[in-house]
């Protein structure tokens, strides 16, 4: 059974770096081929695919949002970090980890973590 599991801070002040951390248990990210992958969702927005890291740490970004999105990973803790640089009050969302079985998407995913808060204000 896959799990996944996001961690971090639910405040950070704008021009500040989000940093979150997800953690995998059931499977790991280095063995299959799957994209490990961050979505977030906006107050009155829908889902938006931020980008992933694959089973050999190849990364995968939004045309949007990758010149401040860096992805990585520990696998020695078999988790996957999201850095979201130079944030701003639209970036407040909830922030996703997922297992999706290609890049760029939204509905091709078996396993979500719960989501957390994230709020960008001074």
């Known amino acids: 059974q896959v799990q996944l599991q996001e961690s971090g801070p639910g405040l950070v002040k704008p021009s500040q770096t989000l940093s979150l951390t997800c953690t995998v248990s059931g499977e790991s990210i280095t063995a299959n081929l799957y994209y490990w992958s961050w979505i977030r969702q906006s107050p009155g927005k829908g889902l938006e695919w931020m980008g992933a890291?694959?089973?050999?740490?190849?990364?995968y970004y939004s045309p949007s949002l990758k010149s401040r999105t860096s992805i990585s990973r520990d696998t020695s803790k078999n988790q996957f970090i999201l850095q979201l640089s130079s944030v701003t009050p639209e970036d407040t969302a909830v922030y996703y980890c997922?297992?999706?079985?290609?890049?760029?998407?939204?509905?091709?995913?078996?396993?979500w973590g719960q989501g957390t808060q994230v709020t960008v204000s001074s």
């Open positions: 890291i694959g089973r050999s740490g190849g990364t």
């Open positions: 997922a297992r999706a079985n290609r890049i760029q998407t939204i509905t091709d995913i078996d396993f």
